[in-house]
């Protein structure tokens, strides 16, 4: 194509066609949700670490605390800034993934940085509200 300078992916990419303003934020929450589909364990790792158990080992390993318990421990704070900050890691892969993506189905460049500003918060606004509801919980049944 004439002048184009660059290409994406073998894909010339053409600045002077612009994608519908609706294509880039779509592509981005669909890949954000197929990533978070993967890293389901980590939501399953927050959730776990944001509550309070039962460490006495007496009913399972996940037993919650109740007035009978002997030794309570959690939440565990260190495990729930590692995973939150793996679920930020997942959601910048979606944002790059959605760049690439709609980088070639439009044949535009659209920057990460705008992808990501709809891949972060969408998977960090609800790992803060899961763990700050679990770490709640866990405290005000102390």
Do not use: Y
Not at 8 to 24: G, I, K, N, S, Y
Not at 123 to 128: D, E, I, K, M, N
Request: hydrophobic fraction near 55%; charge should be positive.
């Amino acid at each position: 194509m004439r002048g184009t300078s660059e290409t994406v992916d073998e894909f010339p990419v053409d600045h002077t066609r612009r994608a519908p303003f609706w294509l880039a934020p779509t592509i981005t929450v669909a890949a954000t949700v197929a990533v978070n589909g993967l890293l389901l364990p980590l939501w399953i790792l927050l959730m776990l670490a944001s509550a309070r158990f039962d460490s006495s080992g007496q009913g399972g390993p996940f037993r919650s605390c109740t007035a009978d318990s002997a030794m309570c421990s959690g939440p565990s704070f260190g495990w729930i800034a590692l995973v939150i900050a793996a679920l930020a890691g997942g959601a910048l892969l979606a944002a790059v993934i959605a760049a690439r993506l709609t980088a070639r189905f439009t044949r535009t460049s659209v920057g990460v940085k705008s992808t990501a500003a709809w891949s972060l918060p969408l998977v960090l606004l609800p790992a803060l509200a899961l763990a700050g509801i679990g770490i709640i919980e866990s405290l005000s049944g102390a």
